[in-house]
């Protein structure tokens, strides 16, 4: 079977420069996103390396993601509970002081009962999830009325991978919201909840600045694919930062061959070999969730042999005759070759591939 | 949750169009590939639907998904057999008689011990898995050597979708393959094993040629995608053949909220908004292995509303307000967008989100 090996030094020095540059005073307020399975990488891998490192807060899908880290992390945010769907999980979740549920609409408010811990989703520009700034009154008294416990307040600044003044205007948006939520608070009787609206991009970009008061500063930094070794528009952070890839990707090999130059390979027989060669198969192909290499695209694998388009469900050909293959260590090539960005390739990997920690 | 809608109709009208082109006086040649967690349709769900059509033979990809449907087929060939590294697993599938190991290499052949069941693979032009022709006699020679069962000998047609002529060269290959094999069984005194070569696109277009003997004609067909309702090179057969698409994938609404013409919504503020409506987030996403719709693409649901690029990893905004959405209920306009085939949208799906049988 292949697999997937997961580079704990890689992940604790990740750790170490995000903390740095984010939060070196602090580096607890760095909390990490480990959300569909933490990209792919094993929720319950990361979730160890990441208690080594002495995170306390996460953030994860659901209700099920939430219950399989429960005893890991004092602060376990669900982002999308799925509560009403799973009533013996949602109790469970419920009876849990350290898990809490982001609610991202109004109306779903009176699905929780007295004393639920909820984070309050706020919309200041992304128009995706959350409620609306002028519906923060109507929430509180809402959250009041219901008896819900208020432990966050936050946003998501879905700008901080773009140049343009979006990025900005959302933390502005969000700095206001901070001011009428601490009013609330007073007005209420409500302990101030945590504040956080930046991602690892955004987070590496904003400015600390050490004017605004500490009341309404973020309390954390949802950090995800930084910690897993990736920033999509490095050019555009004003520090350079060095992250390493915490995952690659090893298969086994099948059967192998020595074919002549001319002769074809795969589906269609869409490769031709350049040269003789042995050509192997390797058990990994699209149906693991890899994305499935097609005509004219040129990837390789770690050690630069040339895997031969098209990939099939279930194998990979290969101008190679090792008895195993790492078929990247960084998924930027095939981020590349995709259109697409580094989440992708590594969450659509399926939980199936068995996980290898070194 | 999202679901995916498994449509049991459309998969019986699937098999009774099939067999009646494919085998209409013995619907039983029909095995049904369910590897890859059923090409993510899910794995029980469909082998369920196969047994009610009387199907008794199914391929599937390892020794877990083997063991997972054990007691409902007379015949389970494991396509790759990951037995030397699931020792326990192994032992229970050897101990069952319903279960072959497909061997695609001479090399593997001394792994199995004495009357494991094996069916051989041999390489007929595609140049992926399988033995060489010429390596048929050391094959045998192996086999009775090590007291195996031959259960069966295939090949896998690689051309099925094709113009050209490889289609046929490959038929003919496997023929002359079909000779050697009744030969060398008569030599070592083996019962005749079962022949299969074909695929759902290869199975439709191959001429039933009676002049060839019942002994060398093959014994089963494997169809996969086409009992999930599609075929890929549709003009290539020469009779028509109506499938249906069996699974539809469904999401809950998370949040809406009303826009104005001109705002602009998700990462980067990409889709802006060409008039006034309500956009909703819905809860599906990359993470669950859909493709991600970026920048360009335009896809709609089933019920034509336009989904908004780029997608989340957990959620899709869509121009609607009802509470739940059908992103699709046929994949070819996502298989098209993306520039592949519609195996990869469906079997990207992950196996986690939960399965109807309607």
Not at 219 to 241: M, S, T
Request: glycine letters at 6%; a neutral charge.
């Amino acid at each position: 079977m292949p697999y997937i090996q997961i580079h704990s030094q890689n992940f604790f020095d990740n750790f170490h420069t995000l903390s740095q540059a984010i939060s070196p005073n602090n580096p607890q307020k760095l909390a990490i996103v480990l959300k569909d399975n933490a990209y792919g990488h094993g929720l319950k891998e990361i979730a160890t390396l990441a208690k080594k490192c002495g995170i306390i807060s996460c953030f994860v899908k659901n209700i099920q993601e939430a219950l399989e880290v429960i005893d890991w992390f004092p602060h376990i945010s669900i982002l999308y509970p799925n509560a009403l769907e799973n009533p013996s999980l949602f109790k469970q979740c419920l009876e849990s002081p350290n898990i809490y549920f982001c609610i991202s609409a109004l109306e779903k408010l009176p699905d929780y009962p007295p004393l639920s811990r909820i984070e309050l989703k706020i919309n200041t520009g992304m128009n995706r999830n959350g409620i609306a700034y002028n519906s923060l009154k109507e929430a509180f008294e809402l959250i009041v009325k219901n008896k819900l416990q208020l432990v966050g307040i936050f946003t998501h600044n879905g700008f901080g991978d773009n140049f343009g003044c979006e990025f900005y205007t959302q933390n502005a948006v969000f700095l206001a919201v901070k001011k009428e939520v601490l009013k609330l608070c007073e007005k209420y009787s409500l302990p101030k909840p945590r504040f956080h609206s930046l991602c690892s991009s955004a987070g590496l970009r904003v400015n600390k600045d050490l004017s605004i008061p500490q009341s309404l500063q973020d309390d954390c930094y949802r950090i995800g694919i930084a910690f897993y070794g990736y920033l999509c528009q490095e050019e555009i952070l004003n520090i350079p930062i060095h992250l390493k890839p915490i995952a690659s990707l090893w298969a086994k090999k099948i059967s192998s061959r020595m074919l002549k130059k001319g002769e074809r390979v795969g589906y269609g027989g869409i490769s031709v070999l350049s040269r003789d060669c042995v050509v192997s198969t390797y058990d990994i192909g699209y149906g693991d969730g890899l994305f499935r290499l097609r005509e004219g695209m040129e990837l390789y694998t770690k050690e630069g042999f040339k895997i031969l388009p098209p990939a099939s469900m279930d194998c990979l050909s290969v101008e190679s005759e090792k008895e195993e293959i790492c078929v990247f260590d960084n998924v930027e090539k095939w981020a590349e070759a995709f259109n697409t960005i580094p989440y992708e390739i590594l969450v659509h990997l399926h939980s199936s591939i068995p996980k290898k920690i070194i």
